[in-house]
């Protein structure tokens, strides 16, 4: 199987293409196309993403982390 990122997983299994991504989050095909590639989107555009994705597509994706991890390696409370 492909490694595919997580944003062309959740375009494909919508039957969406880069274009129609790009129309919902108010870019181009080809920032999507970089976005799918592993660019790191700008804040106002992860946010796009994030709320267009009700949060299946988040930092974490580009970032190549799970919440989960994050979470279990934050600091203890004082």
């Known amino acids: 199987m492909e490694n595919l990122h997580q944003l062309t997983k959740w375009r494909e299994e919508r039957n969406l293409s880069a274009a129609d991504v790009g129309r919902m989050i108010d870019c181009t ?3 999507v196309d970089r976005y799918e590639a ?3 989107p700008r804040q106002p ?4 993403i994030v709320v267009m994705t009700d ?3 988040n930092a974490n994706h580009w970032l190549g ?6 979470v279990a390696r934050r600091p203890a409370s004082a």
């Open 29 to 31: 095909r080809l920032t």
């Open 38 to 40: 592993g660019r790191m």
């Open 45 to 48: 555009y992860l946010d796009r």
């Open 55 to 57: 949060g299946e597509v």
């Open 65 to 70: 982390r799970e919440a989960a991890d994050v």
